[in-house]
């Protein structure tokens, strides 16, 4: 069985600071990567994914992600945080052929001016 | 394109009184899929359909109901509200092969 722990329910950093939201996931078979966001009130977006390619995966809003199969992570990262990149984030996980996606709790992030 | 539209948007309903949410999408995407989305929970899959006429459950299908009779369109029904079912309810759909969700802006039921 698949799962996905995201560590840190809020997490607060000041505006120019980085930002580092984690991500651990557990699957028996190579993992599909997901990271999405979501503004108040809307739907999520997709920020970037990690499908067996390159480790270092570069997503939009200058967002990336490390895959670290040691380390079962996947953690989000950008080096300026702004104002508003103030969001709800999810990571999620699944596999190839499978089309099923195991979200995280999620993260909410805040951006202190 | 429109992409993943819900309606409607906001819903109080009654315990007991049942309801449809809607669903469609325009993109062709032959994989859709029904979450809920409570607080501190994350995203819980409900139900998810491969193709017009085939729909399977996911984590959490009890006190709701699917069908897929079109590509476009993926109806969710609740028969007997109840107040375990108040929620954000969002849409979402995938494109054969492919592995990026696209999802709707939501609808927040609230059962009193």
């Known amino acids: 069985a698949q799962s996905v722990t995201q560590l840190g329910s809020h997490v607060s950093v000041s505006e120019g600071a980085l930002v580092l939201l984690r991500c651990n996931y557990s699957?028996?078979?190579?993992?599909?990567l997901f990271w999405y966001v979501q503004y108040p009130n809307q739907g999520l977006q997709l920020l970037l994914k990690?499908?067996?390619?390159?480790?270092l995966v570069k997503g939009i809003n200058g967002f990336e992600a490390e895959f670290k199969k040691s380390e079962t992570s996947f953690h989000l990262t950008k080096p300026s945080a702004h104002m508003s990149d103030a969001a709800e984030y999810f990571c999620?996980?699944?596999?190839?052929?499978?089309?099923?996606?195991?979200f995280g709790t999620g993260t909410r992030l805040k951006v202190l001016a | 394109n429109a992409g993943v539209t819900q309606t409607p948007k906001f819903r109080i309903l009654k315990i007991g009184q049942s309801m449809t949410l809607q669903c469609t999408q325009d993109?062709?995407?032959?994989?859709m899929y029904w979450y809920r989305q409570d607080p501190g929970m994350g995203l819980k899959l409900i139900y998810y359909?491969?193709?017009?006429?085939?729909?399977d459950k996911g984590e959490v299908p009890n006190g709701y109901n699917v069908s897929r009779s079109t590509t476009e369109d993926f109806p969710l029904r609740l028969e007997l509200a109840a107040p375990s079912q108040t929620s954000v309810y969002f849409c979402a759909s995938i494109e054969r092969d492919r592995d990026t969700q696209y999802f709707g802006p939501g609808t927040r039921l609230t059962v009193l």
């Open positions: 359909s491969v193709g017009a006429g085939i729909t």
């Open positions: 993109m062709n995407h032959n994989y």
């Open positions: 999620a996980v699944s596999t190839s052929g499978t089309y099923k996606y195991i």
């Open positions: 699957s028996s078979v190579p993992p599909y």
């Open positions: 990690y499908t067996s390619a390159a480790t």
